[in-house]
């Protein structure tokens, strides 16, 4: 016991500590940037790129890191490159980490529901800035249990390091025992050291991940004192100012200068022979549509008639086989002879066409809090400052009645909550066009309500002009200008709500509509 | 948001700049002796001052000399500091230093790995109680300064009744270092052992001879065979564990590995060897480190032609 406490407290083995660190340090975050890069590599479309960081991790994950080592140590000599031995030691273990961290952060980013991107585009966000403001802090929170235990694997293997004369702890400990004869006080004392040093890697690693953890966010309110939430007669506050008689009056006062205003605005979006397949399916088989400033159409049809991805293509969510979409002269996608454009380009024609989004389940970013979602497009789009565009997100959700819940996450939200904050943060980009693809397909039914509220305010209110694929046909009858039916790639019939859904011609549009009908009832 | 990410990383960065910043300054091996020369009489002698004058290309150097530092009394840290190596073949370096008049650092690295650390130029010589075969000697040219005398390490009172590398051995695992010469002798008495219908002869291989020494202590291996001085140490430091069964006597030479071919520094290295030689100063040494079966040899080169 004693020689064991002389042995721990030695400062020969006390400076081995001391390079057994710095041996970790080159090997951690040497491989952490290079993991960085190689997964960037491997996720990239392009396949030489790509092809070169699989042959990488082959190689790199496929040879015991002792030979890398000393392959490092005396045979890149030969090369013409020496090193020292801890800068030796600090290049193979950041070679041999740079393999597991690439996995790691490859498969945090995978990890990110692609809902996530698509939102993140659909607001604008450049490439970089999706990175570095949506996937990259989701990934980051997602790999930080994987990221420490590498670092902890990352200092046990500098252990290795002693074969090639790096005078770390191990190293030590072998010439003190071969030295001394006292064989198990020092491998003792050393395993001590060991342990200390490896605690605080995962006591390092726990405290990020707890300041990280985003169901405490909630809780601590970021930073405010948490504003009560809706506790007694949640329905009342939640529910959207604009309330059902309110708008049900104006439609019937201005429902016929409506129909002669739309009729009289000018084309916002043109939709020309648009077609699109995915593998061998044909989803979108020449599509025709214009749509004028301030109309509101409904889509309907079918599931699988090609309504979303309809809306997917007009924002450049995917790309158009042939075809031609139009904002008012901005083909989001392509230059003016249809060559496709950089995604960064993409998205500020985005921007410029005035195009917003609003999804089937949301996509809400999912570490941002509420009011932090609607200020996305304002801070990361519009540079407007922080504060400011807070404060113009919570004017946002107060018109979507959901003052009380700004500071809440996603997770704690509704569906139609969430619901309602996806809306408001399409409208932060004030858009002149906003798409709506089944806002209440996947809310439970009593949810449902308030979230059409919204949309009606939407339309009666701000004269916004909107596309909305939708299955709720009283909605499509109370709001919509046109409704436009389609079935398996093709429009089948447009018109007028009543004429549409209470005369369709086509027998498809018949069955489909008394189905609809029938579930309703 | 982000500062909430950012501070934990810049905690981290930070950290890494710090350690990294400590490895640019710090770091390193033990450092050499002293300044004051301790061979004054070696360094005076007309012999070595005309071999300074002839290879001024080493004179004011810091050459390395690869060890494997796990062999008290001829290389190991020393206990008292143990940021210095000491033993004879420490001694024997720092001598032929100061006859050149260069200055010696040092590389701790495996048994196995000396050879190809002087191959690729991390280290200028080995003195590490190495055997100048003519295998070893594809790799570098050696100079020889004593001949080998090999004893074998048991666990006290002999249990198996070891003899030597012979039939004895049959059925027993012999702890070894990797690259050691006893390796290919035990292994060929395995052939003889199983030839006869016998149960082979085992090896057990490790890095260094504590390893070694913990094998036969743990009972995981039942001998060790290597330089009967260094098998002596050991046992002088366990002797109600330890014991020293016989003396194989072995073809070999122990000797200093220069790289091939290159006739300066090893023509310069066998001229200040003989010196200490003839100066007495290697008895002086073997003395010192209590070697006292070595055989002094003069020096004469082991080289793969």
């Known amino acids: 016991m004693e020689s064991f406490l002389h042995y721990l407290s030695m400062p020969y083995l006390l400076t081995g500590i001391l390079i057994t660190l710095q041996a970790t340090a080159l090997g951690f975050f040497g491989g952490f940037a290079l993991g960085l890069l190689l997964a960037g590599m491997a996720l990239s479309r392009n396949r030489v790129v790509s092809g070169v960081a699989r042959t990488y991790s082959v190689i790199f994950r496929g040879t015991p890191l002792v030979l890398q080592l000393v392959f490092v140590f005396t045979a890149l000599p030969h090369a013409g490159v020496v090193l020292s031995p801890i800068m030796a030691a600090g290049v193979a273990l950041a070679a041999n980490e740079a393999t597991f961290f690439a996995e790691i952060f490859r498969s945090a980013v995978l990890g990110v529901d692609k809902g996530q991107t698509d939102a993140a585009r659909a607001v604008g966000l450049r490439p970089g800035t999706v990175l570095r403001r949506i996937i990259g802090p989701q990934a980051a929170r997602a790999a930080i249990p994987a990221i420490g235990s590498e670092a902890v694997s990352t200092m046990k293997n500098s252990a290795l390091a002693s074969i090639i004369a790096v005078p770390e702890l191990t190293l030590r400990s072998n010439q003190l025992a071969s030295a001394t004869f006292d064989y198990f006080s020092i491998f003792f004392a050393s395993g001590v050291m060991y342990l200390i040093l490896t605690g605080a890697i995962t006591g390092l690693q726990l405290t990020i991940e707890r300041a990280l953890d985003l169901s405490r966010v909630g809780r601590r309110g970021r930073g405010r004192p948490a504003v009560p939430s809706t506790v007694n007669g949640a329905s009342v506050i939640e529910t959207p100012l604009a309330t059902k008689e309110l708008t049900a009056t104006r439609k019937v006062n201005g429902a016929v200068s409506r129909a002669e205003a739309v009729g009289r605005a000018r084309v916002a979006l043109t939709i020309n022979d648009v077609h699109k397949a995915f593998a061998d399916h044909e989803v979108l088989r020449g599509i025709d549509l214009e749509i004028r400033k301030g109309e509101v159409v409904a889509l309907l049809g079918p599931s699988g008639s090609g309504k979303s991805t309809l809306l997917r293509l007009i924002n450049h969510l995917e790309t158009l086989d042939t075809g031609k979409i139009s904002f008012d002269g901005i083909e989001v996608g392509y230059r003016d002879a249809g060559v496709p454009l950089p995604e960064r380009e993409v998205a500020r024609q985005r921007v410029d066409a005035g195009v917003g989004m609003v999804f089937q389940h949301f996509n809400l970013f999912g570490h941002l809090t509420a009011r932090e979602n609607v200020a996305v497009p304002l801070r990361w789009v519009h540079r407007v400052p922080k504060d400011e565009a807070l404060a113009a997100a919570d004017h946002l959700l107060g018109r979507v009645g959901l003052s009380a819940r700004g500071h809440a996450l996603p997770r704690q939200l509704s569906g139609g909550q969430q619901q309602r904050v996806g809306i408001a943060r399409a409208l932060a980009g004030r858009p002149q066009v906003l798409l709506l693809d089944e806002p209440t397909s996947a809310l439970d039914p009593e949810l449902v309500q308030e979230v059409l509220e919204v949309v009606r305010s939407l339309a009666v209110d701000d004269g916004l002009t909107m596309l909305i694929a939708t299955h709720q046909l009283g909605f499509a009858r109370d709001v919509a200008d046109r409704v436009v039916f389609m079935a398996d790639g093709t429009v089948l019939e447009q018109g007028p709500p009543q004429q549409v859904l209470d005369n369709p011609k086509h027998p498809t549009a018949v069955r489909f509509l008394r189905a609809v009908h029938t579930v309703e009832v | ?305």
């Open chain 2, 1 to 305: 948001m982000l500062n909430r990410l950012l501070r934990p990383a810049a905690l981290l960065a930070s950290a890494g700049a710090i350690t990294l910043l400590a490895t640019a300054c710090g770091g390193g091996s033990p450092a050499t002796s002293g300044n004051a020369p301790a061979y004054p009489a070696l360094a005076s002698s007309p012999t070595c001052s005309q071999l300074r004058t002839q290879n001024p290309d080493l004179a004011g150097k810091t050459l390395t000399n690869a060890i494997n530092p796990h062999t008290p009394g001829y290389e190991s840290i020393s206990v008292s500091d143990p940021t210095k190596y000491e033993g004879f073949d420490i001694d024997l370096g720092e001598a032929i230093g100061e006859c050149l008049g260069f200055k010696v650092s040092y590389l701790p690295v495996a048994f196995d790995a000396m050879l190809p650390t002087l191959q690729s130029g991390q280290a200028n010589f080995i003195i590490s109680d190495i055997y100048a075969t003519k295998e070893r000697a594809a790799s570098a040219d050696f100079i020889t300064y004593s001949k080998v005398n090999d004893g074998v390490l048991v666990a006290a009172g002999n249990p198996k009744k070891l003899t030597g590398i012979d039939d004895s051995l049959c059925g027993t695992t012999t702890a070894l270092n990797k690259g050691f010469v006893e390796v290919p002798l035990v292994d060929a008495q395995s052939a003889k052992c199983q030839a006869a219908g016998k149960p082979p002869a085992q090896t057990a291989l490790f890095d260094n001879n504590a390893d070694c020494v913990q094998a036969i202590l743990s009972g995981r291996a039942d001998s060790y065979i290597n330089d009967v001085n260094t098998v002596a140490r050991f046992v002088k430091d366990q002797p109600d564990k330890l014991a020293r069964a016989t003396a194989v006597t072995l073809p070999y030479s122990i000797g200093i590995a220069v790289p091939k071919g290159q006739l300066p520094i090893r023509n310069a290295f066998t001229a200040a060897l003989t010196e200490i030689q003839k100066s007495g100063l290697q008895t002086q040494l073997s003395k010192k480190w209590e070697l006292d079966e070595s055989a002094i040899e003069a020096p004469s080169l082991v080289t793969a032609s």
